[in-house]
């Protein structure tokens, strides 16, 4: 199974931006604990983040046929890309959302995710194991 992981914008700052919110722990110490549980979970992982919603479309859309499923953080295009919405539902790919912090303990716009209907499954507020436990809801849903 080849399970693609996608960040959105600023999770490349993680370690710098709102340590209070996100922890001290950066972007390559996540894909460091997602690539180990990963060879733990016998699966193939690719990752992809990127600031440009354009960008995540696009690996959205080259994923067709190549992936098995996508975790993916939107960051802040979780509230208003209706693009990557369409390219989730374009492509067919089982997908679980994930956010490092419980968006629906913050502020009121925080709480609108317009990819939230396709996806399998929300995983929030657990930190970098959270896309752990999306990993394995992808896993379970193949079986």
Known sequence: MKILVINGPNLNMLGIREPDIYGSA????????ISNNAERLGVEVEFFQS????????????????TDGIVINPGAYTHTSVAL???????????VEVHISDPDTREEFR???YIRPYCLATVKGKGFPGYIEAMEILIKAAE
Do not use: F, R
């Open 85 to 95: 919405l369409d390219a989730l539902k374009s492509v067919g790919i089982p997908t």
């Open 26 to 33: 950066t972007y390559a110490d996540l894909c460091s604990l």
């Open 111 to 113: 709480k609108l995710s």
């Open 51 to 66: 600031n440009h919603e354009g960008a995540l479309v696009d690996k959205i859309q080259e994923s067709y046929k190549k």
